[in-house]
């Protein structure tokens, strides 16, 4: 009797000391930058929050993260979102047990663990507390970056026209990221741009912790490379006459390094076209109308043999009186086209011959004159 005594005690015991009540609830607030200068300050938009409801576990994935790498933290937090444009965020149904709830059965809070993880502030630690049934807005947490962020403002002209130029081409930029405690690879933006465009890089914002301390700030040295973005390429990087030669020499392998400063930066590329299309040429051929008039232009071996086009003469009549002229033709290298690869000018030249009633002429075309009129 006695032993059976002994078992129903154990197991009543047993019951009670194994019972807890579950809860859940939110928490939600603010991610703001702390040297913003607005009033209220600036949100910081897409940081990462991470919620753990043990602190050990917490400060396991923090001490896990170094500088200069992605945060990838355990698969062990109860919850997880990012910050909206105006560093708001939201974390609900955090869910806890208790076996002694603060308020009994029905009510109890917590602590919850957070971590905050941006690229550009690093990964921060904090805390909150949270009440079940509801979700506490009472986190504020001010960021200071540890990677500062230009925008590169870059405008890609043709030096042909001076104006901006409407192919599409690829810009590279090579950005360090090393510092005297990290090394790293560095980091290669990309982006295809048609006339201007800004890419937005980032870079760590100090070189050592006694620069932090005084404030002196990286300013790093990028390396920009660019070609034409296309299958057929029409288009390259040239000079822009500001080196000893004084022209505008294609580069093959263009590679440009700037040192970047301050929030914005602007920078400009350089090209010209390698096809090139023809001028148009009018004008006349004796007096007979439906002549054929022909177009060669020279080929590498100096004769005329490229074919540029053909068309006939025709009368056109002047004025309202009635008269006419003959023999007249127009638009002879409309839609035909030449590659140069070498010229160090804005332009190009072609040596084009015409022909047509028994008669040549030799004429030289510049690539940035549109038409021609002669007669022969």
Same mark, same amino acid.
């Given at each position: ?5 002994? @078992?129903?005690?154990?197991?009543? +015991?047993? $019951?009670?000391? &194994?019972? #807890?009540?579950?809860?859940?609830? *939110? %928490? ?20 990462? @929050?991470?919620?753990?409801?043990? +602190?050990? $576990?917490?400060? &396991?994935? #923090?001490?896990?993260?170094?500088? *200069? %790498? ?20 939201? @974390? ?18 917590? %602590? ?265």
């Amino acid at each position: 009797m006695k032993k059976i005594s002994s @078992i129903f005690i154990l197991a009543i +015991s047993l $019951i009670f000391t &194994s019972c #807890y009540s579950v809860f859940s609830g *939110g %928490t939600g607030g603010l991610i703001v930058d702390a040297e913003s200068t607005s009033t209220p300050k600036r949100g910081i938009a897409n940081v990462d @929050i991470y919620a753990y409801t043990d +602190s050990e $576990i917490r400060d &396991s994935d #923090y001490g896990s993260w170094r500088e *200069g %790498t992605v945060f990838s933290p355990s698969n062990s937090y109860y919850g997880h979102t990012t910050t909206d444009a105006d560093g708001s965020f939201v @974390i609900s149904n955090i869910v806890w047990k208790e076996n002694k709830p603060d308020f009994g059965k029905d009510a109890d809070y917590t %602590t919850i663990y957070l971590l905050y993880y941006h690229e550009n502030y690093g990964l921060t630690k904090d805390e909150t507390v949270i009440t079940s049934d509801s979700t506490s807005d009472t986190v504020y947490a001010e960021l200071t970056s540890i990677r500062k962020t230009t925008a590169l403002n870059i405008s890609i002209y043709d030096v042909a026209t001076s104006g901006l130029t409407s192919h599409n081409v690829l810009v590279k930029v090579s950005v360090p990221q090393s510092t005297d405690t990290l090394t790293a690879d560095a980091k290669v933006y990309e982006q295809t741009i048609s006339g201007n465009g800004t890419i937005n890089i980032s870079y760590p914002r100090w070189k050592n912790e006694a620069d932090k301390k005084n404030g002196i700030e990286i300013s790093p040295q990028v390396k920009i490379s660019y070609s034409q973005s296309a299958d057929q390429i029409t288009w390259k990087a040239c000079a822009n006459a500001d080196n000893n030669a004084q022209n505008y020499a294609f580069i093959d392998n263009p590679s440009i390094n700037k040192t970047i400063s301050n929030s914005s930066y602007n920078i400009s590329l350089y090209g010209k076209s390698t096809r090139i299309s023809y001028p148009t040429v009018s004008g006349t051929c004796g007096s007979a109308d439906g002549a054929v008039v022909r177009m060669l232009a020279k080929d590498s071996s100096g004769n005329f043999t490229i074919d540029c086009g053909e068309t006939t003469t025709y009368a056109q009549t002047i004025g309202t009186s009635g008269t006419q002229t003959h023999g007249n033709f127009s638009n002879l290298g409309n839609g035909y086209y030449w590659t140069d690869t070498t010229y160090t000018e804005r332009y190009s030249t072609q040596e084009v011959q015409l022909s047509g009633s028994g008669s040549t002429k030799n004429l030289t075309l510049r690539s940035d004159v549109p038409s021609y009129t002669v007669s022969f």
